[in-house]
């Protein structure tokens, strides 16, 4: 018989974990950053050294620019809508008193978030369809101007953006929904033989009490339209028509997979994880100080 | 526990022996039957357990020639099964067999180290043999012949007979002119209130235009030459039918669908589509050959894929040649024609019903796809599409846009 005890034994339990974090993604991080200085061919094992060239040709690039001020607006438009919007949601279901309703509501809003892209981008493909599509025949039917939708390089990007709200912000609705659930029922009552209304209520007890919900979806927020859109943009548009619809991600698999210039998407994917640490770590700054987890 | 002691059970000296007899026997019949029988993988991206693929792969198993070929549908893309390829070729396991687009032949050669069908002798030779010369300088890419020529396919008209009836024009006089074309459609526009036309919006369908006009995409040593006078004619000609609101410029799959629910009278695509549009229309389609400028030489071109070798070891290439051998054989070719797909070999098979205006643009003679060169060629034609699409589009001009589209491979393909 041996006991753990001290130190040690807190290393061993965590080690598995490290071990995995440290191959998985630090390792590969790191590796990553080494090949973008390099043009690597795959086939040969073949490194040239480039220096930061990558990197230049990457920021020179009118594809690259254009996909970085489209990211740039995906998030400005769908952070804030998929915090928003899902937190509405969430207290007007709450307000909802029959039980039944309020599970069909809530597996009506959550279905998007567990269908596949592929299936959701078939189905959007057939409403968008300008000639046979459902929006144009229902836009010309009520004596709207039928429109080019994904084909249109003005519209593309509202589309995507559009089908990624309708994809993703059923999971924060169940998050807030779950969260102000779990408010004590006693804060609540004391509020409310306070004279708070529901607007004060809302305001004064029940988002400040769902704050590490709220911080932590919007961490994961940011991620999820960062990555998750590329599905979305795959299936729909593949990036076009033009770039007007694609975003950094996509861009860096359209570097690697598709012209398999992997040096230069190496360098993309470097300038992709600098955006993203430096994005969360403004969002602990600006917002941690705010959340109550008590 | 006393269970399990009970159970136990004894082997004796015999038995052992027996057992032991038995293993090596069965060890040395595998052995010999892995030796003489060789796995190959074959990679394309045609989906379905009764597609002409699966069913040439399945009559070349059926002949037992000591060479078992695999299905690896890896995809629905060139791009994909080019990805994964890669993949297993930096693993040391490149697939025996591959489905390429022509238009990444020279990535194929450079890049994948797709092996030149001579350097197997005889045998490759007697591969050849079996193409028509015209398509054989489709797969021969600086000297080395990449592969065979398996689909062949050319940019054609499709028809919505009831559309043209509908409209008091006789399908069976199609226009022969991109000219005659836009007026007879201008026409029906007017009749029926439909969609009436639409084409693709890739390298493809443009690179028709601008050579039906004179011009070229790249010259003959791979320069991009996109801008000249006879390639502006041709682009405008293309971007003309937008103009005279005769095309709403929408995307591929849409296309289709649109067509195949009767709500398109005419549209320009691969005639290797025809028998999967067939089978979801519930009208009579009709395919013509693609309509020529006024006062110039048509000079069609055409696209497709081939099937090269990439295996390494002599076993697996061995394997493969057997394959390719039989592929072109005349069973194999006609399988292989229900894809929609264009007869590429010297033998004489039936055109399949409906093929005809396909066949006759072959016979007129077609210009290989445009095969981009070069480490970044894929990069080059990635730029040249995007500045297509602005042009369809209206953002740039088209003599603005072919110079921006030169302007940009011409640094890709340096």
């Known amino acids: 018989m041996f006991a753990l005890q001290g130190r040690y034994a807190a290393w061993l339990f965590v080690a598995p974990a490290i071990l995995l974090v440290a191959v998985f993604i630090y390792l590969p991080m790191v590796l990553n950053v080494g090949v973008s200085f390099y043009d690597w061919s795959v086939l040969r094992n073949e490194f040239t050294w480039k220096g930061v060239e990558n990197y230049l040709s990457t920021l020179d690039n009118i594809d690259f620019r254009s996909a970085f001020a489209n990211t740039a607006i995906y998030l400005a438009v769908l952070v804030p809508a998929q915090i928003a919007l899902p937190l509405l949601l969430a207290f007007l279901m709450l307000r909802v008193r029959n039980r039944l309703l309020v599970r069909a509501y809530r597996a009506a809003y959550f279905i998007p978030t567990i269908v596949s892209f592929s299936i959701a981008g078939v189905v959007w493909l057939w409403m968008f369809n300008p000639i046979v599509g459902f929006l144009n025949t229902f836009f010309e039917a009520i004596g709207l101007q039928s429109h080019r939708w994904l084909n249109d390089p003005d519209m593309a990007l509202w589309c995507v953006a559009a089908v990624a709200f309708w994809k993703g912000f059923g999971l924060n609705l169940i998050l807030y929904a779950a969260a102000l659930v779990g408010i004590p029922r006693e804060v609540v009552e004391a509020a409310d033989l306070d004279g708070a209304g529901p607007w004060t209520r809302a305001l004064r007890i029940e988002i400040p009490m769902i704050s590490p919900t709220l911080f932590f979806t919007g961490v994961t927020t940011v991620l999820i339209v960062m990555d998750e859109i590329v599905g979305v943009v795959d299936v729909l548009t593949e990036g076009g028509p033009y770039n007007s619809s694609s975003n950094l991600v996509y861009y860096l698999y359209d570097r690697a997979f598709r012209q398999f210039n992997f040096g230069e998407a190496a360098a993309v994917a470097t300038l992709i994880i600098a955006i993203v640490a430096v994005a969360t770590w403004l969002q602990f700054r600006a917002f941690e100080r705010y959340v109550h987890y008590q | ?414």
């Open chain 2, 1 to 414: 526990m006393t269970g399990m002691k009970n159970s136990k059970i004894k082997i004796g000296r015999r038995a052992a022996l027996g057992m032991g007899v038995s293993t090596a026997a069965v060890m040395v019949a595998g052995g010999a039957a892995r030796s003489a029988n060789a796995s190959i993988d074959i990679v394309h991206f045609f989906s379905g357990a009764d597609h002409p693929m699966e069913l040439v792969i399945k009559a070349f198993n059926a002949k037992n020639l000591g060479v078992t070929a695999v299905s690896r549908q890896e995809g629905t893309t060139y791009e994909a099964i080019t990805q994964k390829a890669m993949a297993g070729i930096a693993a040391g396991r490149p697939p025996a067999v591959m489905t390429t687009g022509w238009k990444l032949a020279s990535f194929a050669k450079h890049t994948l180290g797709a092996q030149d069908l001579r350097q197997f002798g005889a045998d490759g030779g007697a591969i050849i043999d079996n193409y028509k010369e015209s398509v054989v300088k489709l797969v021969t890419i600086e000297g080395s012949i990449v592969g065979i020529p398996w689909a062949l396919s050319t940019p054609v008209l499709y028809i919505n007979t009831e559309h043209w009836k509908a409209a008091g024009l006789d399908p069976a006089a199609i226009p022969t002119t991109i000219e005659d074309l836009y007026a007879k459609l201008g026409q029906m526009q007017q009749k029926t209130n439909k969609a009436v036309l639409a084409y693709e919006v890739n390298e493809w369908e443009p690179q028709a235009f601008i050579q039906n006009a004179g011009g070229d995409v790249l010259d003959g040593a791979g320069k991009p030459v996109m801008d000249s006078a006879a390639a502006v004619y041709g682009m405008q000609k293309f971007v003309e039918a937008k103009t005279r609101k005769l095309w709403n410029p929408i995307g591929l799959s849409e296309m289709l669908t649109a067509f195949q629910a009767g709500a398109l009278s005419a549209m320009v695509t691969s005639s290797a589509r025809l028998s999967g549009v067939k089978a979801q229309s519930a009208f009579e389609i009709k395919l013509a050959k693609m309509p020529g400028l006024e006062g110039r030489p048509r000079r069609m071109n055409s696209g497709g894929n081939f099937l090269s070798i990439l295996a390494r070891n002599k076993e697996q290439q061995a394997a493969a040649v057997q394959f390719l051998k039989f592929c072109a054989t005349p069973e194999a070719m006609k399988i292989w024609l229900g894809t929609g797909y264009l007869n590429t070999t010297k033998h004489d098979l039936p055109i399949p019903a409906g093929q005809e205006a396909a066949y006759a643009q072959l016979a007129d003679g077609l210009t290989p796809e445009t095969v981009w060169p070069g480490a970044r060629g894929l990069e080059a034609l990635k730029a040249h599409i995007d500045w297509i699409s602005r042009i369809v589009n209206g953002s740039v001009s088209v003599p603005d846009g072919l110079k921006g589209s030169k302007e940009a491979v011409a640094k890709l393909l340096v």
